[in-house]
């Protein structure tokens, strides 16, 4: 056996290990559900076995399930990949529930053998699920371990009978943040939630259980819905109170999905329909649900990109082969928010910075940033005192350049001026050695464009961070025309180590995200000022599955911004540029002092406090609401393909050379509906065909910026899909 190892000790308790060799975290494969199923079989027919520990021979117990198990299963299938699924779900319940009835007597609920299981650290998907259909969870008080089902972030739900269990054991509304938030807990947490049994010491984990194991009875090992009499914690649907609960539920989870993430509403008509019926009939409820969930495209394009995809980019899929290039020292140019966040989670990732600003007033309020940052997650107990500690003498705030002697890597992060900037590469590279890479933090201007100050292009760089700096997910790598292997590795290796999501682009102007967003927020600026109800635009955008609509996100990011933006683009564009009329309101609004949430007025109002309130009714007073108002589908298409063409354009041109980048980045960069998979993903659900059917329509009643881009139009000539034609690239056509 290679997964699964199996002993028994001298008191006559069966220790089933899960250790993967040569793997850091226990993730379930096919081959291992055979050899867990035949490691139960053997101690269940064993007589002198008395009780059974399940463990694992790592720091965590197990991270998952490996998603191409479900992949086998449905191709299998063949031509009824729906019968794979179910039939491949249900062999899983069966060992599942084989643990949990452990061979008692099914009349009389007796003689069965105790199983616990002992879980030194994390246990999340089926590394939770597998446990709970054991008899008692014994967890080490392991601060940094995570007991959860994160499944529904990636586009599905527990489907191996957590979300029967949880729901069972706890009661809809108690499961409810576990299984429709996907919360992880810290094994305090999940105890006195009674997700689990016990917290115990390290060294006794073990000692512990087979102890249990040992002195368990009858009673101890039948689960309370398989007793005479059960009835479900909190109500079940027909009961009074249970009825209030799921009717709150439904609404918690259309009002937080739209109803556009498929998972949530399974889950839900799952517990709601198996808490009416016995335990083995729900759980072929929850298969059924589990199988209508994975046939879902949607559901695909999640685990693909929010799952498969960024973890392949997390691994490095498309970094250059070269050494090892792991940052030790960094130098933060610019103590802004942006800097100190910069300067924030490198020295969290236990990197050395030196975070410079003009003044020293001003270098230590980015440095209190953190310090601000550390103290929150102190309140909210995730943080140490020694963590705090520890983080804050990894960062010296100083105005002194000499202080960035020895770095390795300086990311720039001060005022968006080719002037200022390149003056700041030039003193910086004076001072740092010969193979410090150089990286700018700018979000708009072209790399290429600022390496000409540096004596060294080729190890001049791109870095854009997204704003709130410690809270996004996703950095943008930006190559020059000049850019080398090395600083690619080193910008790679960087964001690595301070645990985000990079993707590598071309230079261009705006590279890849902001060349998306832009067109959103503009498209939306223009149907306000057409007259299209701010109210339709914003909630089309929502029931779209976008975090916030192109107004509130204009309002976010500020209005002075965007004219700043314009005025630099129009500069460099001329005669081809292409949004005088979304200038003309947005330079409106500035001459208006409606500079967006941090003027506390914008396209919404807000009160002293900075809260969101209602959108601005001063605004139809100069762009009149128009009396016939456009379809729900139009604004849709108008807001999706906005970004959607950007995306199939940077394709093009070359700026993105992997479609992988920009689904995974359009996701974690600007929430690009995530039920989708992201844009390349959202073209293949629909097909080329009616893509290039709406942007013929949008083209002929908006104006060329809908025309459909050539690749587009040949995929939908020639019956092709993204990532059918181009998989995990581009290839010559598309660049």
């Not at 996703?474 to 990079?502: H, M, N, S, Y």
């Amino acid at each position: 056996m290679t997964d699964f190892h199996y002993s028994v000790d001298s008191d006559g308790v069966a220790v089933i290990t899960w250790d993967i060799a040569n793997k850091s975290m226990n993730v379930l494969s096919i081959a291992g559900i055979s050899e867990l199923n035949d490691c139960v079989d053997q101690a269940l027919a064993d007589e002198a076995v008395k009780g059974i520990v399940i463990t694992s021979g790592k720091v965590d117990f197990a991270g998952g399930m490996d998603l191409n198990i479900i992949a086998k299963m449905r191709d299998d299938a063949g031509a009824e990949p729906a019968k794979g699924l179910f039939e491949g779900i249900m062999s899983m319940h069966a060992i599942l529930r084989k643990i949990e009835r452990a061979g008692m007597d099914p009349k009389t609920n007796k003689g069965g053998k105790p199983i616990a299981s002992a879980l030194p650290g994390t246990a999340l998907g089926i590394g939770l699920e597998l446990p709970l259909a054991t008899h008692r969870i014994f967890v080490a008080n392991n601060p940094k371990a995570k007991i959860g089902l994160p499944e529904i972030k990636v586009g599905i739900f527990p489907g191996m009978g957590g979300t029967t269990r949880v729901s069972r054991l706890l009661g809809a509304m108690a499961a409810a943040p576990i299984l429709l938030e996907g919360r992880m807990l810290d094994p305090i947490k999940a105890k006195s939630l009674g997700l689990v049994h016990e917290v115990v010491e390290p060294a006794e984990l073990l000692a512990k259980a087979k102890e249990w194991v040992l002195n368990a009875t009858d009673a101890d090992i039948l689960k309370p819905w398989d007793a005479k009499g059960w009835k479900m914690p909190g109500g079940a649907p027909y009961h009074p109170a249970g009825f209030m609960t799921f009717v709150g539920a439904s609404a918690m989870v259309n009002g937080n999905t739209m109803g556009v993430y498929p998972a949530a509403k399974a889950l839900l008509s799952a517990v709601y329909e198996g808490a009416m019926v016995p335990f083995d009939t729900a759980i072929k409820i929850e298969a059924r649900w589990f199988t209508n969930v994975l046939l879902n495209p949607s559901s695909s394009n999640m685990i693909r990109s929010l799952f498969i995809n960024k973890e392949a980019l997390e691994k490095g899929a498309n970094r250059p082969d070269v050494a090892d290039q792991k940052v030790r020292k960094l130098g933060v140019l610019g103590a802004g928010m942006m800097g100190a966040g910069i300067a924030y989670v490198s020295a969290n990732a236990g990197i050395e910075v030196v975070l410079i600003d003009q003044k020293q007033e001003a270098a230590d309020k980015g440095k209190a940033l953190s310090e601000s940052i550390l103290d929150k997650g102190i309140s909210r107990k995730k943080v140490t005192a020694e963590k705090k500690e520890s983080v804050l003498a990894n960062i010296t705030a100083t105005t002194d350049l000499d202080a960035l002697k020895g770095c390795d890597l300086i990311v720039e992060a001060v005022f968006e001026d080719i002037g200022v900037k390149a003056e700041m590469t030039k003193k910086v590279e004076a001072i740092v050695g010969p193979d410090c890479v150089f990286a700018s933090n700018t979000s708009t201007l072209p790399i290429t464009e600022l390496a000409k100050a540096s004596v060294r292009p080729d190890q001049f760089i791109g870095i854009h961070f997204f704003s709130p700096v410690d809270k996004m997910l996703l950095v943008e790598i930006i190559k020059g025309k000049e850019t080398g292997d090395v600083a690619v590795a080193k910008a790679l290796d960087f964001v690595r180590q301070i645990r985000k999501t990079p993707i590598v682009v071309n230079d261009a102007r705006f590279f890849y995200a902001n060349r998306c967003i832009i067109p959103y927020i503009n498209e939306g600026v223009r149907m306000a000022a057409e007259g299209v109800e701010l109210p339709l635009i914003e909630n089309a955008a929502k029931l779209l599955g976008f975090p916030l609509g192109p107004l509130q996100l204009i309002d976010e990011t500020s209005i002075d911004l965007g004219v700043k933006i314009a005025k630099a683009t129009k500069a460099a564009m001329g005669d081809d540029y292409p949004d005088e009329a979304v200038d003309e309101v947005v330079f409106w609004m500035f001459d208006q002092g409606r500079l967006g949430k941090k003027a506390n007025a914008g396209f919404y109002d807000y009160d002293d406090k900075g809260k969101r309130g209602m959108l601005w009714d001063g605004f139809t007073a100069e762009y009149p609401t128009a009396d016939v108002q456009p379809e729900l589908d139009e604004v849709q298409h108008r807001l999706l393909m906005a970004q959607v063409l950007e995306a199939v354009r940077a394709l093009e041109d070359g700026v993105l050379t992997d479609i992988r980048e920009g689904d995974v980045g359009a996701i974690l960069g600007w929430g690009f509906a995530p039920w989708s998979g992201g844009p390349f993903a959202w073209l293949d659900i629909i097909g080329a065909a009616k893509a290039v059917e709406i942007c013929d329509n949008l083209t002929a009643t908006h104006g060329p910026r809908f025309e459909t881009p050539a690749l587009l139009r040949e995929m939908a000539d020639t019956g092709q899909s993204f990532y059918g034609r181009l998989g995990a690239g581009v290839d010559s056509k598309a660049a």
